[in-house]
């Protein structure tokens, strides 16, 4: 079968507007069975909108769609389950509370043929089974998905897909949430699926992910296409590069400073359930990183500093002085900031605009007696998207409307504004682009320039290297190495991470 001949998905000429701005300019893009397509760009490139047009989410304003050949019109996502395109997205479409089973069909359910018709759970438990088996899974058919990691509930999705008969699956960061071990099954199932004849449309930021198992890649920027290339032929800088529209000097923008005074200290912090404690320092000046394996405690440190988990002993000190935290309203009082992973969920109200949101941590700020004060609230709104340079920068947008990395300024900001000085962000480039990931790290070396304390919590190693000054890592709930940078290795921290001397 030649190239031709292998194509399963021809866009040519797609564009797309929503209220006059358009999003997607006469994109052309081929996807062949047995191949991984990679498609890269910078949050708010298109990448999604152009996914969803290839589901039926969204309906192209022009151009054609070929499947195998024959011109084809999805309107609805229907039409693309009929045709064999299945989508896995990040935040997964499964019902916790029915089993396996019942996720992978839903809508399509199997019927007994009769006067009657019943649902044949018989047949569709075996079709389940025979699916999760081809990718090497023992999942049981009937077990609830809430009973599932995150890991096994993706790969669930992916078995779904096959129930369907997909001849195409498409994956929107697929493993954003997996731990190392779930991304490595996930990459394998991935290889399977191709090796098989089954295409895959892959979209992640994750550039290693990308280099191991991309066959070709396609590169979007500002809602066009820039270039296709062959995976193995291009190198990390080129793709960021192209996707960026310059060059990158720096992926990681370090700035050293003095180290200053103690900003936080806790001593022998230990939280509610578990024997371990826990006792360091961070000072003024420097960026803390905080690195282990998922499960190894670093975010539940985090939460019960900032008092959203109860604590059983400890002290906590802020420059120098003790303080009492047992709930987050004492934390913002006493000088703290927790950028927490999920920023959708636990960072920001989506369906509310900017200017709501900036002002959710220091609402006290702009209150006299019982009323607030909307023009103080929108002043200091106004500066926060002009200094942090959200786009778009209009205070009436909604949260849901921003990018990952735009998402994240509006909390950076939320926090600037209760005038914090300790800040802790969790994960803090999830979920984002190398271009957004670039000004994070700047916001983040202008607070300490501007004398803030901060931590950082992070799974990414070259992050946890490029950005900090000192390394704590985590085993178990304790901390087992204490790293300075220029000591810090990847090795070190894996030894340390899994409890090797």
């Known amino acids: 079968m030649n190239d031709a001949e292998k194509v399963i998905l021809q866009l040519s000429n ?51 769609i070929l499947w195998q050949g024959q011109k084809v019109d999805i309107n609805g996502p229907s039409d693309a389950m009929n045709i064999g395109i299945g989508t896995i997205y990040q935040e997964l479409n499964l019902i916790p509370e029915l089993s396996v089973y019942e996720n992978m069909f839903l809508g399509r359910e199997m019927k007994h043929q009769g006067l009657v018709p019943f649902l044949n759970r018989k047949e569709m438990k075996k079709k389940a089974l025979e699916c ?32 369907m008969n997909a001849k195409l699956i498409i994956m929107d960061e697929p493993t954003a949430s997996l731990s190392a071990s779930e991304v490595e099954q996930l990459l394998k199932t991935v290889e399977q699926l191709r090796d098989r004849g089954i295409a895959i449309v892959y979209i992640s930021h994750k550039l290693e992910e990308l280099k191991r198992i991309g066959d070709r890649i396609t590169i979007l920027r500002d809602g066009a296409k820039i270039q296709t290339l062959p995976v193995k032929e291009t190198s990390t800088d080129k793709m960021i590069q192209l996707m960026v529209g310059r060059d990158l000097d720096e992926k990681y923008p370090k700035e050293l400073f003095t180290r200053g005074q103690e900003g936080l200290r806790v001593e022998n912090l230990r939280l509610k359930g578990s024997s371990k404690e826990i006792s360091f320092t961070a000072y003024q000046g420097e960026i803390l990183g ?83 004060q909307p023009n103080e609230m929108k002043k200091k709104a106004t ?28 909390v950076i900001a939320k926090w600037l504004a209760t005038n914090a000085k300790i800040f802790i962000f969790d994960e803090p480039t999830r979920g984002i682009d190398v271009g957004a990931k670039v000004e994070v790290y700047r916001l983040i070396n202008s607070l300490v320039q501007n004398g803030a304390v901060v931590i950082i919590i992070s ?3 070259p992050e946890i290297l490029g950005i900090c000054d000192r390394v704590l890592v985590m085993n178990e709930g304790e901390i087992s190495a204490n790293l300075k940078r220029e000591e810090a290795d990847q090795e070190k921290i894996m030894v340390a991470a899994t409890g090797g001397e």
């Open 132 to 163: 999760l088996q081809l990718l090497g899974q023992d999942i049981n058919p009937d077990s609830k998905i809430s009973s599932l990691g995150i890991g096994k509930q993706q790969l669930v999705e992916i078995a779904k897909a096959l129930t």
């Open 290 to 372: 905080f690195s282990g394996l998922v499960g190894a405690g670093r975010t539940e440190v985090a939460r019960g500093i900032f008092g959203v988990d109860p604590i059983e002993s400890g002290r906590i000190f802020v420059f120098g002085q003790e303080v009492r935290i047992k709930s987050p309203k004492d934390a913002i009082k006493a000088g703290l900031a927790f950028i927490t992973e999920d920023r959708k969920s636990e960072g920001l109200v989506l369906d509310q605009n900017l200017e709501f949101n900036m002002s959710l941590a220091s609402l006290a700020q702009f209150t006299k007696g019982l009323f607030i």
């Open 14 to 64: 797609i564009s797309k507007s929503f209220s006059g701005h358009q999003v997607l300019k006469n994109i052309d893009l081929d996807v062949k069975a047995g191949e991984v397509h990679v498609l890269l760009g910078e949050n708010g490139a298109g990448k999604s909108t152009l996914i969803k047009i290839m589901t039926g989410a969204y309906t192209k304003d022009e151009g054609q």
């Open 383 to 410: 500066d926060y998207i002009n200094e942090l340079q959200v786009r778009p920068g209009n205070i009436q947008k909604h949260a849901r409307k921003l990018s990952g990395g735009n998402q994240q300024k509006v």
């Open 459 to 461: 799974s990414e190693l």
